[in-house]
């Protein structure tokens, strides 16, 4: 659906994104994640045909993205989306659906329901919220009845409410078969709704796959979560045991484990001696839990780690 | 497109600005001749000898007077405004992400600059005619070689003139399209344009032009009072109109170049 093939893009000396590839298949919920400044917003304007490409190649449904019809069943909106403030929803939808090109009537009725926003359409945008600009905005890319659509941080600007309310509205478009690319600073977001995601950092693909492909890309963490009466102790017995390959106090105080809890790599045999070992030694172990390393985590030891 | 672009032309407060301002000047134009009674002094503007007693004069004096500054300025400010005030909104990189192509969206908003240019000529004619009748009524005037022109021909002459006007006047807003399309600026292409009537007129003021004088965008202005000689001498006529269209032709391609070139950043 959607190809990036090297895609490189240069301002004078300075390279906003460098190399960069990664591929949105049919039915996806695709994460594009980065810090400010990292090139997702660039990527996401060379898609849309707004900047040329200075190397590389960018394939909408198999169409070159900045070529004659390389929009068509593509639609989305890049940064803040902007409208025509003097005049009413209905009247920048029509607007848009003019620069669409589009034969008959626009599904207005429709797109402006499944936003929400029916009954608010002749009021000027200048009177619009921004969570109401930014389902506006989804309205809008929504009149194209795109088989692509493209976030760029949808849910920017939105109380919890509002939040939530978007998140079910991506999840409602997935479900009726839109490839949604979404990029996002809201990483517990991205982990609730893509399947796939990419991770970039300096303009640099640093991670690309599933989420379970891209958190389990670190084998170096601990991969158990261990709450324990005594801590100290627990790590003396855990530092002089073969099943353990590592291990360290957490930082902050366990959630709702209770005690004090230490953070440990298992070796082959997995946790149990590990337990064995720790209970001869007289430590009480309170609680034994996997240690799944958040998408949050491994964003920020991933960009991070490169600046 | 072109509808919709005029549309939002027509819906902007600095469009609506302009023409209120342009349908002002022939109003306050007669508001003062009737209190103070006195037109401006003889040589200073065609046909400002007869203003005190035919309304026929008052569009004429209006047209010629306006084309020095007030409709380079109204045209420059919304022309200025044509695509840098949607790069500020953010609405370009919204409209360019549909299936519109660059070069059809430039089109349109360079046709929507044009029809007001012709909007502006026609409000300042129109409201001159009707400030002017309302004044004075109309009367047959002398034409500047001195042959009494009738009634009709007075009226039609305003309205060729205006018309006349319009052309360097959309010359002038290409212009400022150029430079709203390079700065991404709206006032700054706004006052660049006045700038440039400015030193033009400066230019052929102080007679630094030569013989390029002629061709000064500026000095096209003035071509349509040869619609008041007996017989019409046609060769500035003509002149004035190709002069304009070549002026206008090469800042839109300029502006076209540009425009469907540039990366959009914001």
């Known amino acids: ?12 000396d300075f390279v906003a994104v460098d190399s960069l590839s990664f591929e949105v298949c049919r039915g996806d919920v695709y994460g594009f994640l980065g810090p400010n400044g990292s090139g997702k917003s660039t ?106 659509l493209i976030l760029d941080e949808p849910t920017n600007g939105l109380d919890p409410g509002g939040m939530r309310d978007a998140r079910a509205l991506i999840r409602r478009l997935n479900e009726d078969g839109l490839t949604i690319f979404l990029s996002s600073h809201l990483l517990a977001e991205v982990e609730q709704l893509c399947n796939r995601v990419a991770v ?18 670190d084998n170096g963490r601990p991969g158990y979560r261990l709450a324990v009466d005594d801590a100290k102790s627990a790590l003396r017995i855990l530092e002089s045991s073969t099943h353990v390959t590592g291990a360290s106090v957490a930082a902050e105080p366990p959630d709702g484990l209770g005690g004090e809890e230490i953070r440990l790599a298992a070796g082959s045999e997995g946790p149990g001696p590990i337990v064995r070992d720790l209970v001869a030694g007289g430590v009480a172990v309170l609680a034994l839990v996997p240690a799944r390393p958040s998408l949050e985590d491994l964003f920020l030891e991933l960009t991070e780690e490169r600046s | 497109m072109i509808r919709w672009e005029l549309y939002k032309l027509a819906r902007q407060r600095r469009t609506l600005f302009g023409l209120g301002a342009t349908a002002l000047v022939p109003v306050l134009f007669v508001a003062a001749l009737e209190i103070t009674r006195q037109g401006p002094p003889e040589g200073e503007a065609p046909f400002a000898t007869q203003l005190l007693e035919n309304g026929l004069v008052v569009p004429l004096v209006t047209l010629a007077f306006a084309t020095f500054v007030l409709l380079p300025l109204v045209v420059a400010f919304v022309a200025g405004d044509a695509v840098a005030g949607e790069v500020s909104a953010g609405t370009l990189k919204t409209v360019l992400s549909r299936s519109v192509g660059r070069t059809e ?162």
């Open chain 2, 105 to 266: 969206l430039f089109l349109s908003k360079a046709a929507a600059v044009g029809v007001y240019c012709l909007a502006v000529s026609a409000v300042l004619a129109g409201v001159g005619l009707a400030a002017g009748y309302l004044a004075g009524g109309f009367a047959p005037i002398a034409g500047l070689g001195g042959t009494p022109i009738s009634v009709g021909r007075g009226i039609a002459l305003v309205w060729a003139g205006a018309g006349l006007v319009s052309v360097p006047l959309m010359a002038l807003a290409a212009f400022a399209v150029f430079l709203s399309v390079t700065t991404h600026n709206s006032v700054g292409s706004g006052v660049g344009a006045v700038v440039l009537v400015l030193l033009l007129r400066l230019a052929s003021g102080l007679g630094l032009a030569g013989p390029l004088d002629p061709y000064l965008l500026t000095n096209q202005f003035e071509a349509w009072l040869n619609l008041a000689r007996d017989p019409i001498p046609w060769e500035p006529i003509v002149r004035s109109l190709w002069v304009s269209l070549l002026w206008g032709i090469s800042f839109l391609t300029a502006a076209w170049a540009v425009f469907t070139r540039r990366d959009v950043l914001s």
């Open chain 1, 200 to 217: 970039i950092g300096h303009g640099r693909l640093l991670a690309e796959g599933t989420i379970a492909e891209v958190v389990g890309a």
């Open chain 1, 43 to 148: 990527t996401i304007r060379a898609v849309f045909g707004l900047v040329e490409p200075t190397e590389g190649e960018i394939h909408l449904l198999g169409r070159p993205a900045g070529g004659p019809g390389g929009r068509e069943g593509v639609a989305g909106f890049v940064d803040a989306p902007g409208f025509y403030d003097y005049l009413s929803a209905r009247d920048n939808l029509k607007v848009l659906a003019a620069a669409d090109r589009r034969k008959g009537e626009p599904p207005m009725a429709r797109v402006l329901h499944t936003v929400g926003l029916l009954g608010r359409e002749r009021d000027k945008v200048k009177t619009y919220s921004t969570g109401m600009k930014q389902r506006l905005a989804i309205a809008s890319a929504l009149l194209r009845e795109p088989e692509v």
């Open chain 1, 1 to 12: 659906m959607l190809e990036v093939r090297d895609f490189t893009k240069t301002f004078g």
